[in-house]
């Protein structure tokens, strides 16, 4: 089964509202969870990098007042993003590592679509 | 230069044939190597990890890294109709609890029975 849990997996909201996305890791403690943002047909592009009880990492050209990542605790990070407008639809994963960072877990996705 | 570039396909192939998928890298920093097999909607699943060059077996799948050539393939082999996926390349140049992973842009693979 899977031991990393997004949710929700599939959301739709109005243009100018916010959209909180949930990562869990389920059966393991995550220091160190990764958000990405998938296109149709594109890559995985990493968004920022998200240390348990530490400000998150943004990449290059990510707006971290309009993503706003909070990983309060070691099995739980969440994706905010605040005043979405459609060209932020997009699929969004989480993908979380163990203490040992020997294994990187990949949550299922979100499908954020703004209308 | 994109610093993975990978054939997005798509490859269309019988079922039982070998498979063959390839990525180039530019950076080479990278030591750590893996692919991932991605169903239509969903999170990606990993399939191989190698560090370094050389080869990797595991069952149908063998993983390839010529860090010389920065070169990097996965092989199928005895294909199936389930193996029908996106097949991304990803790599680090580091390991432990905080590396980033760069991905390619993913082949989209079908397995006609």
């Known amino acids: 089964g899977a031991v990393v849990s997004q949710h929700p997996s599939r959301v739709i909201c109005k243009s100018g509202t916010s959209v909180k996305i949930e990562c869990r890791s389920l059966?393991?403690?995550?220091?160190?969870m990764f958000w990405y943002r998938q296109f149709p047909k594109q890559s995985l592009m990493l968004m920022a990098t998200?240390?348990?009880?530490?400000?998150?990492?943004?990449e290059q050209g990510v707006e971290k007042d309009k993503f706003l990542i909070n990983h309060a605790s070691l099995t739980l990070s969440t994706l905010t993003v605040t005043s979405a407008h459609p060209e932020d639809s997009s699929f969004y994963i989480c993908?979380?590592?163990?203490?040992?960072?020997?294994?990187?877990?990949f949550g299922e996705g979100s499908w954020l679509t703004v209308v | 230069q994109k610093e993975v570039e990978q054939d997005p396909g798509p490859l269309s192939v019988p079922e039982g044939a070998i498979v063959s998928l390839n990525c180039t890298y530019s950076n080479s920093a990278f030591q750590y190597f893996m692919w991932y097999r991605q169903y239509s909607r969903k999170g990606p699943e990993l399939l191989m990890y190698?560090?370094?060059?050389g080869n990797k077996e595991d069952g149908r799948f063998t993983a390839q890294v010529d860090k010389s050539s920065k070169y990097i393939s996965l092989f199928i082999r005895d294909s199936q109709p389930s193996d029908s996926a996106t097949y991304l390349c990803a790599m680090s140049d580091s390991g432990g609890s905080n590396y980033k992973l760069t991905f390619g842009k993913g082949t989209l693979l079908t397995v006609n029975p």
């Open positions: 993908s979380a590592t163990n203490r040992a960072g020997n294994t990187i877990y």
């Open positions: 998200s240390n348990e009880g530490s400000k998150a990492t943004y």
């Open positions: 059966d393991f403690q995550a220091t160190t």
């Open positions: 190698t560090y370094s060059s």
